[in-house]
Structure formats: C-alpha cells, structure tokens
C-alpha cells in the first residue's frame, strides 16, 4: 500500500505505518460521507421552495432568512418527538431498518468522483459497486415493512419490492451504455471518456431510460405507490416517529439527488465542462449540473398524478424493459459497424478511445448514434400516442353507454 | 492509490454509514419523552383493532416478479465484463455477447407469452 499525503506526515511525525493508513482512511470517510449529510439539511430547504412555487405557495419563509433554517427546526422537533416501538414488532429488525435506509444512499457516495484528484474510491468497478449498493435500499424499505407488523406497512413493502426489482432492469441496461461507451466501470474514467463529447448525446434513450428508472427507485411521483397516503396511510413507514421516521425522509430526500449525481457522472459528462478544466470549479460543475436532473425529478414529482401498480408494472414490464434491451443492441451494433468505416476515434491497438478524442472527432459517430436513437423513440412514441387515444376514445365511449342506459 | 487501498476505504466506510444514523437517534434519545403505554404501542390502524396475523403468506406474484428479476440480475452481472470489454472486441466476441442478449430475450418473451408478466 502507498501513503501519502496526511498518511506521509502522520509516519514522519512517528505514527506507526499502519496506524497511520487507518487514520487517514477514517478522516477520508467521514469526510466523504459528511458531505451528502450536510447537503440533504439544505436539499430539504430546496425541494420544499420549488415544490411550493410549483404549487403556486411560498414555502418556508419564517424561520431565518428564506426559510433557510426552517430545516434545523423540523430536526429539532424531529428530535423531542417520543419515539414508539409496536409491541407486536421485530424490534431489533425494526430499529435496523432506518440505519440502512441512510446508509444505502450515503454508500453511493464513496464512488461519486467530486473532481479528477478527489473521490472517496476509485473502485474498478464502480457502477457495479453502484448497482449493489443501492440495492440495499430496497432491503431496507422491506425490512422495515416487514419489522412493524402494520397491514399497511407492509402491504406497502411489498408493492415496492415488486416496483424496485422491476425497475432495476431497465437502470442497470441503461448503466450498460456508459460502461460500454467508456470502457470501464470506474466513474472517473467514465468521466474522462466524456472529455470531448457528454454521453447524453451519444445515448440520449439510455439516459432517460437511467432518469425513469431511477425516478421509480427512489419512489417519487408518478411511481409513488410506496407512500400511496390515500390507500396505503403512509406506506412502509407508517409505524416510525420521531428520528427514525426522520432517517427514511432524509434517505429519500437525499436518493434523488444522488440519482442526479449519478446521472451528471454517467451521462452529462461529470465536471466537464467546455472551457472550464479547474479542480476546484470541476467541484462546482459537478454540483451545478446534477441540479439539471434533480430539478426535472421535482417537476415531475409536484405535477404527475400517481399511477396504479398495474399500470406501473406493465410500462416497466412492457415498454422500458425490451426498449432499454433495444437501445444496447442498437447501440452495441451501430458503434461496432462505426468503428469499421473509421468513425470512431481509436488508439493504437484499434481499441475504442474516447478519452484522447476532440469535440470535432466526436462529432460525426456521435451524430450517428443520436439520429439512431431519434429513429427508435419516433415509432414507440406514435404507438404509445395512438394507445393513449385509444383507450380515452374506448372509456368516453362507455361512458356515454352508461350514460344512454340511465337515460332510458 | 492502490487498489487494497481502495477497498479498505470502502470496508471503513461500511462500518461507518450505518454507525452515521445513529448518532441522531441516540441524541433524540437524551430529548425525548418516555412515557410509553399500552395504548400508543398498538398497532396503527386507522383507530381500528387489528383482526388477524401479519405476518401472513405473501401472494405467488411477488415470486414470480422477483424469479424473473434474479435471471435478469445474474445475467446483468454476466454482461458487465462483456461491456468493460467491448471498446477492444474482435466481431466474434461481440456477436457472442449478442446471442447472449438475445438468450436474455427470449427468457422474456417467454414469460411474456405466458402472461406472467402482467398485474392481477
């Protein structure tokens, strides 16, 4: 193992070698796992004022200025709140399951790259790191269904297992692309081959592909059938208060903006950003653009009615599933004939490089790829047009049967 | 840094993030009344006493669902090194990894056809 930096100085000041790897690993990790804790205080601040804007309301706007504090005060109420174990609950599940509900999100933030020099882990493979990770989430919400014995809780949990393991297909097809694109599953080189042409337009399909799905496992309107607070009370948490109750709120709040995170990484080419290339403003970069993901998620979330599970599992089931299988086939097949006529920029071995290639290398195959991306939405989204006028066309003319038979 | 590095980062940090939450609850511990009584410690249900086990068997759906998830999964895993590699494949490799999507595919149609796939 090498040892630099605060490692270095700690064993030149006389720290065992070993003591002195494990000291800087720690601060590493508290460091890195602070960041999200902090932000999520501010994102609650932020999602509650667009919410309110978008529902024509103010918001917070009494407890400091702009509301700024008003997150600091739910906290401390969060904090007098008495908190209720059921009788009849598992309890050591019980408690267990609010510790990995925020766990499993702060987890992802070990491989988010925040500039080229400062990521927590450089994994190999970080998307796969990624996709295990936040799987654990998913455990969580069924633990905690599970655990508080309520009818609600976990008929709950289990709408959203079905919901989240279905909607885990068409992420990780998505998360293909990139992977394939770069060539790598670690996100700082999946950045690097996004150094002259963001994959969002090489792969537009993947990366709204990637922002449905995640929008489903974050459980966000319209695939909010975790919380469904007119059949469901609340859905898998209903039985928590207090801290614990707060913990899942937090993990939800800060799950979306993860999501954006991941996206700006995967898709919107990180802390690129043309004619910018400091360390210190990548930081910003990466920040600024993950707002562009996480606003569209809020939008979304504050003016889409929710659907049934029915017609969840079926869009899932039948339209983003077979499409993501799709969009990689195509894509697989389209960059491989690319590469044979020369329009993709390769090193010396004739391997695909992205990495070294320029904007203007880029442009042609990247050209290629959006227009063939355009050409399979065009057809599936005329389909799905002509499905959605069918059946208003098919339920008006019911009504208007029924409406006859009162009449006669 | 080295990749033994990379991972112990990671083992600390699997230790940590679950430890991180606690902190909160454990504060709210010192804050908060403990007055609890039979009454508060029911089960929520709307005022309503609850009328049978919860813990019941869950319908053949949820398997279902979660069976073709676990094929879909495993095969995911399978196709990650396929895509790492893919920027230096020869055409052969390529169109093995094809026929596998392809494999994955029909698994789906299948459960598609049967009809399997749809909410009751």
Redesign the interface.
């Known amino acids: 193992?090498?040892c630099t930096g605060l490692c270095e100085v700690l064993t030149q000041g006389g720290t065992d070698p070993g003591l002195a790897?494990?000291l800087s690993?720690?601060l590493?990790?508290?460091l890195?796992?602070t960041v999200p804790?902090i932000t999520v205080i501010f994102l609650i601040w932020i999602e509650r004022k667009i919410a309110a804007r978008i529902q024509d309301r103010l918001g917070p706007n009494r407890v400091g200025p702009f509301g700024l504090l008003q997150t600091f005060a739910d906290?401390i109420k969060?904090?007098?709140?008495?908190?209720?174990?059921?009788?009849?609950a598992d309890r050591l599940l019980y408690n267990a399951a609010?510790?990995?509900s925020?766990?499993a999100v702060?987890?992802i933030w070990?491989v988010v790259p925040y500039t080229p020099y400062h990521v927590?882990?450089?994994?190999?493979?970080g998307?796969?790191?990624f996709?295990a990770v936040a799987s654990l989430g998913t455990l969580a919400i069924m633990i905690a269904g599970?655990a508080s014995?309520?009818?609600?809780a976990?008929l709950g949990a289990?709408r959203v297992?079905?919901l989240l393991?279905?909607y885990?297909?068409p992420l990780?097809?998505a998360l293909?692309v990139p992977?394939?694109?770069a060539?790598?599953?670690s996100m700082v080189d999946i950045i690097h081959a996004q150094s002259g042409m963001w994959f969002i337009f090489m792969a537009p399909l993947a990366g709204v592909l990637f922002f449905i799905s995640s929008q489903a496992e974050t459980g966000r309107a319209p695939f909010d059938l975790i919380e469904a607070e007119s059949e469901l009370?609340a859905g898998f948490n209903?039985?928590y208060s207090?801290?614990?109750f707060?913990?899942f709120f937090a993990a939800e709040f800060l799950h979306v903006f993860t999501n954006g995170v991941l996206i700006t990484i995967l898709f919107l080419g990180g802390w690129y950003f043309p004619g910018w290339q400091m360390p210190l403003i990548a930081f910003m970069w990466l920040g600024l653009k993950a707002f562009i993901p996480y606003f569209i998620s809020l939008w979304i979330r504050n003016t889409v009615p929710r659907l049934r599970?029915?017609q969840v599992?079926?869009f899932n089931?039948?339209f983003l599933?077979?499409l993501s299988?799709v969009n990689?086939?195509i894509l697989?097949?389209l960059?491989?004939v690319l590469k044979e006529i020369g329009w993709v920029p390769v090193d010396e071995?004739?391997?695909?490089?992205l990495a070294q290639a320029g904007f203007i290398e880029l442009l042609p195959m990247t050209i290629v790829l959006f227009i063939s991306n355009v050409l399979i939405c065009v057809p599936i989204v005329n389909r799905l047009r002509r499905m959605g006028v069918e059946q208003r066309a098919a339920r008006e003319q019911l009504r208007t049967q029924r409406a006859m038979a009162a009449g006669d | 840094?080295?990749?033994?590095?990379?991972?112990?980062?990671?083992g600390?940090?699997?230790v940590?993030?679950?430890i991180?939450?606690?902190l909160?609850?454990m504060?709210?511990?010192l804050?908060?009344?403990?007055?609890?009584n039979?009454l508060?410690?029911?089960?929520?249900?709307?005022g309503v006493e609850?009328v049978g086990d919860?813990?019941v068997q869950?319908?053949v759906?949820?398997y279902i669902?979660?069976l073709i998830?676990l094929v879909?999964?495993v095969e995911?895993?399978l196709?990650?090194p396929w895509?790492?590699?893919?920027?230096?494949l020869s055409?052969f490799a390529?169109a093995a990894?094809?026929l596998f999507?392809f494999l994955?595919?029909d698994a789906?149609i299948y459960a598609?056809r049967k009809g399997i796939?749809?909410?009751?």
């Open positions: 193992m090498d790897q494990f690993i720690l590493g990790v508290l890195v796992v804790l906290l969060l904090l007098a709140k008495e908190d209720i174990t059921p009788a009849s609010p510790l990995l925020l766990a702060a987890l070990a927590g882990a450089d994994l190999d493979i998307a796969l790191y996709v599970w014995n309520n009818k609600y976990l289990f297992v079905a393991v279905s885990e297909i990780v097809f293909l992977v394939m694109l060539g790598s599953m009370v209903i039985e207090g801290m614990k707060g913990m599970i029915d599992m079926k089931w039948f599933v077979p299988i990689v086939l697989a097949f960059v491989m071995t004739g391997a695909m490089a | 840094m080295d990749v033994l590095n990379e991972w112990a980062f990671i600390v940090f699997l940590l993030a679950p991180l939450p606690v909160p609850i504060g709210a511990w804050f908060r009344p403990k007055r609890a039979v508060k410690s029911q089960t929520y249900e709307c609850t919860t813990w869950f319908r759906q949820y669902y979660g998830f879909f999964d995911m895993v196709l990650f895509a790492v590699a893919y920027h230096k055409f390529f990894g094809l999507i994955l595919t789906l598609w796939l749809i909410w009751r």
